[in-house]
């Protein structure tokens, strides 16, 4: 089923996912720039004796910020607590989890921009000063007990940093941008997974599934995972690159690696707008998706394969675009 493909974790993948995450810095394939800048905001911190500051990483799903997130925690040999934006909606949640934390703690919050107002606002403080104040009662009579809390470091993930408000983004002191993997990277990622999980993966197998992984190391390893099912089902257990071709034909992966919903909106784009230019939200209608999947799942890949433009008056199809969906591209359309 093309849904199991997509860039975004699905329960059967956690499991999995704990094993094949990279434990240190040393492990963590790729995002060259970003290890660089994370280890000297690390280091400078450590060696001045002080809390590093807070760290947003930024970019599409599955590109390794809960990975890189942990990695940081360990590197700094200090214990990392795990939540999300949606899982804060009250107030008390949050200032339970600060209150819990432990000096030189990570707290990591995911999808930070989905974060509720209150819950958001608490954070500032706690941010800034270590401290949360502690509304109790309701009306004239309510009171703000203020909280000292043990001075952490906040690591917040997000798919979408445009969505964050201005003082929340301001507060971070260094925020990193995950860029897609290149095809060389990929093959690192999966030859190493592939090493943990016991799969006989030849080098024009690694080369096949690296090529059409989307950019992003959980396709990667999940697209591993459904090559080696065929290996050992339908062939001697060995993924090379025909039996990595097989496979992934059965799975509807295409050449590129663009699964079915990245299909859908080109064919779109192509077909029902003539190639655009045409709204993310109208373009999502159409596909029957949320305008939030299309923006932060479906079109950084696309728009990072040559294959969407954005506009000002909207998204268009590429030349390449065209090609895609076997129909010849007009003039017009940009190279
Ligand atoms: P999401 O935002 O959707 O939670 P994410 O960006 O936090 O995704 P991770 O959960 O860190 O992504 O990564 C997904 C999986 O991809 C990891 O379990 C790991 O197996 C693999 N992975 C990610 N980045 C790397 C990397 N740089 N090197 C090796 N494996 C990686």
Sequence with gaps: DGVALTPQQDLGDQDVETTLRPRKLSEFVGQARVREQ????????????????HVLFSGPPGLGKTSLSMIMATELGASIRVTSGPALERPGDLAAML????????????????????????????????????????????????????????????????????????????????????????????????GILGVDLRDDGATEIARRSRGTPRIANRLLRRVRDFAEVRADGVVDREVARAALAVYDVDEMGLDRLDRAVLAALVKSFHGGPVGVSTLAVAVGEEPSTVEEVCEPYLVRAGMIARTPRGRVATVAAWQHVGLTPPQHAPG
């Design 38 to 53: 994370l280890e000297l905001v690390l280091h400078g911190a450590l060696k001045r004796g002080e809390q590093p500051d």
């Design 99 to 194: 209150s819990n934390l432990a000096e030189g703690d990570v707290l990591f919050i995911d999808e930070i921009h989905r974060i509720a107002r209150p819950a958001e606002e608490m954070l500032y403080l706690a941010m800034e000063d270590y401290r949360v104040d502690i509304v109790v009662g309701k009306g004239p009579g309510a009171t703000s007990i203020p909280l000292e809390l043990a001075p952490f470091t906040l690591v917040g993930a997000t798919t979408r940093s445009g969505a964050l408000t201005g003082p929340l983004r301001d507060r971070f002191g260094f925020t990193a941008h995950m860029e897609f993997y290149s095809a060389t990277e990929l093959e690192l990622v999966v030859r190493r997974s592939a």
